[in-house]
């Protein structure tokens, strides 16, 4: 980890979880043996993991063609006016909007042309029009552009009627970005919008914060890679690949550990080697209490459990902590679909922390259920769902696939998950429910 120093810019102190839905009271007491705080509410698991860790404060340049996905290490001040000229938003003609008729028809001397890219040099008179293109500068004398549709031309000659008003049709120097506009945050991951308006400023190099380096390892004796010929009672390890694809969305770099045998002596090897050269080490599997689970014991080992189970389903046994190199540890659950639910709400908003992103609110909404969902009070639950609209555009939500935890398909199938919060019970057919959509737009 960088010096313990907060990144420039407007980051927010405090990440907001508002989207968090937990509403118990205080956790539950007594560590079960353990002496750790016993299961966590969502909310709270958060605030502990961003009270322990510190954001990354080393930048970067990059060119903006290679910013896609990357935080931005200072705010971007427009140092000109987008676009730089007042220009025409239509194809037609430019005239001075004094000259309009009220009534009638009025006609104009034809005196040039300014064709986006080739400006009109002179002045446009009383009584004269300049054929214009869109995204041709408004030349002097001109503040009005007429649609080439609404005219009629003979010649020379261009013939307006009445019903046009002063100023139609033009797009104003600034009037997309301002000059000394702060047009782009410190914080802010950068969309494909964003590299554009970079390009519209001229700006070709952008400030960022490193990527975060980001171990990842599978525990399990059952794993086999992908490619390798499975044996009796072995799966392939498909939470790794998983994680590659969530890990490259962030823009952090993978350091793969491959996969970690159910014994203690190798996952204590396998953290430390892992914790070596990482700002964050992420393992699946090994988390429970089962005889096969290792995991806390060996990060007790070398390093610090913070607490090891959190009040939600799918992804009670989440651990916590920080490895003796000062790494961040995340120990998610084996099942796949605990895997990624975990990693979503309790890891993904800690990267982003350690990227110097600013905290993302996810979008919600508030629709009918199709599927009646089971729902034990006390925990946060996450059913993976499919948000649609019937013919008439009224939207409602229905469960994915089959509700298991080791049932990937149903995180492949949603687009939304299903919020249930901490105090909710069973939920009947037709009930409102929130739901969070996975991906935005653009
Ligand atoms: P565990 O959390 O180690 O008890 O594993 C829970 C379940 O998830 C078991 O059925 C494991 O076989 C399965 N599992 C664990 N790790 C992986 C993995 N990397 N890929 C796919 N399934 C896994
Ligand atoms: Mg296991």
Redesign the pocket.
């Known amino acids: 980890m960088d010096s313990p120093r907060r990144p420039a810019g407007r980051i927010p102190r405090e990440v907001h979880i508002e989207n968090d839905m937990d509403t118990g009271t205080d956790h539950a007491q007594g560590g079960r043996g353990h002496g750790g705080p016993g299961p966590l509410r969502i909310k709270d698991a958060l605030t502990r993991i961003l009270a322990t860790l510190q954001p990354c404060t080393k930048q970067e340049r990059v060119t903006v063609r290679q910013a896609l996905g990357r935080v931005l290490g200072a705010d971007v001040v427009a140092t000109g006016n987008v676009p730089a000229h007042t220009s025409s938003a239509m194809d037609g003609y430019a005239v001075r909007g004094a000259d309009l008729p009220t009534a009638g028809t009025g006609t104009f001397h034809l005196a040039g042309s300014a064709l986006a890219g080739h400006p009109f040099a002179g002045e446009v008179g009383a009584g004269e029009c300049i054929r214009i293109t869109t995204g041709g500068a408004l030349p002097h004398g001109a503040d009005t552009v007429v649609v080439q549709e609404e005219v009629t031309v003979h010649g020379a000659r261009v013939h307006i009627t009445a019903g046009h008003h002063t100023g139609q049709h033009v797009r104003r120097a600034g009037e997309n970005v301002a000059a000394g506009a702060t047009v782009l945050h410190a914080g802010r991951r950068l969309a494909p919008a964003d590299l554009g308006i970079l390009a519209s400023l001229g700006i070709t190099e952008v400030l960022v914060f490193r990527r975060l380096r980001v171990a990842l390892f599978?525990?399990?004796d059952?794993?086999r890679p992908p490619g390798e010929p499975l044996g009796a009672g072995e799966?392939?390890?498909?939470?790794?690949c998983t994680f590659h694809g969530a890990l490259a969305r962030l823009g952090a770099e993978v350091l793969d550990f491959g996969?970690v045998r159910d014994d203690p002596a190798a996952l204590r090897m396998a953290l430390q080697d892992a914790a070596a050269g990482a700002d964050v080490v992420i393992t699946?599997?090994?988390?429970?209490v089962?005889v096969?689970?290792h995991v806390k014991a060996a990060l007790a080992q070398v390093g610090r459990i913070g607490f090891w189970e959190v009040r939600m389903k799918p992804g009670r046994?989440i651990a916590f902590g920080r490895l003796d190199s000062g790494a961040a540890f995340f120990g998610l659950?084996?099942?796949?679909v605990?895997?990624l639910v975990t990693y979503y709400r309790i890891v993904q908003p800690a990267l982003d922390f350690l990227s110097g992103a600013e905290p993302r609110l996810p979008l919600a909404l508030t629709v009918p259920t199709r599927d009646a969902l089971g729902k034990a009070r006390g925990r946060c639950e996450f059913h993976r769902g499919c948000l649609e609209a019937d013919p008439t555009g009224t939207f409602s939500v229905r469960l994915a696939a089959p509700e298991g935890s080791?049932i990937l398909r149903s995180m492949s199938l949603a687009n939304c998950f299903i919020v249930l919060p901490e105090d909710s019970g069973p939920v009947a057919a037709g009930a409102l429910v929130r739901v969070e959509p996975f991906a935005a737009f653009v």
Do not use: F, Q
Not at 235 to 240: P, V
Not at 284 to 288: A, E, K
Not at 333 to 336: A, K
């Open positions: 599978s525990t399990g059952e794993l799966i392939y390890d498909s939470n790794r996969i699946s599997g090994g988390v429970s089962g096969a689970d046994p659950p084996g099942n796949p605990s895997a080791g």
